[in-house]
């Protein structure tokens, strides 16, 4: 099955080589990797032109203004040729080498969705230790969440999520930031797919690092949960 990775960057300089070069030494037969660059004023526009010319990416997309990551990834998504896509961060808080591991319910026929669970234990499962209230917060969201729509995920919030691209269909996203995850996950539930969630690693970000979530946006989360599962 052909496997599309879309990675959606903003102002990522520090990791964005980094990622795409994590991105092709997965040993997947058939994939094809769509960069959209939201608007970005750090000099990652540049490199992932060279990275173009290179042949390390098939698609580039560029946005002229920031927009947020929910809108590139429906950029993303228009461009995806692939039976399954995966959403893969520029920021490498995400590791490619459990991209296997993610899509393998999908692969096996098990699953129509599929979230990677950083709170899933897993002796390969490595996690950075910070940030106890963002924690907290995707604790709440995630258990609103399935109190919503009768699930039992553990990690709502995650950004590494995969899908059959025949899931996304007839679905129309609208988020254009973070608020991109509580949607996607009401209005696939409220369809009745396949959920499955696996443990991932995860090397997460400070803010000095470049984490970009704020309290807005967890605030957005929970109107986006209610707006979706109810209107």
């Known amino acids: ?61 560029h946005h002229e203004t920031n927009l947020g990551k929910g809108a590139a990834i429906r950029t993303g998504i228009k461009e995806a040729k692939g039976e399954i896509i995966i959403i893969q961060d520029a920021d490498l808080e995400y590791s490619p080498d459990d991209y296997s591991r993610l899509i393998k319910p999908i692969v096996d026929g098990k699953a129509d969705v599929v979230y990677g669970s950083r709170f899933l234990g897993g002796g390969e499962n490595a996690h950075r230790v910070l940030l106890f209230w963002h924690r907290v917060a995707n604790a709440f969201l995630t258990l609103f969440a399935n109190m919503l729509v009768d699930m039992n995920l553990t990690d709502m919030e995650t950004g590494y999520k995969a899908f059959k691209k025949e899931a996304l269909e007839n679905i129309t996203l609208q988020e254009d930031r973070f608020g991109f995850e509580p949607e996607i996950t009401i209005k696939l539930a409220k369809k009745k797919l396949r959920f499955f969630e696996v443990g991932v690693s995860y090397n997460g970000r400070t803010y000095q690092e470049g984490k970009k979530i704020r309290l807005v946006d967890g605030l957005r989360a929970l109107y986006c949960l209610i707006k979706y599962r109810f209107f």
């Open 1 to 61: 099955m052909k496997l599309t990775i879309i990675i959606p960057c903003y102002n990522e300089d520090k990791y964005i080589e980094k990622v795409i070069a994590s991105v092709n030494s997965q040993q997947l037969s058939d994939k094809q990797i769509i960069v959209v660059d939201d608007g970005s004023k750090d000099g990652t526009k540049e490199k992932l032109l060279k990275l173009k010319e290179l042949g390390e990416i098939h698609n580039l997309v």
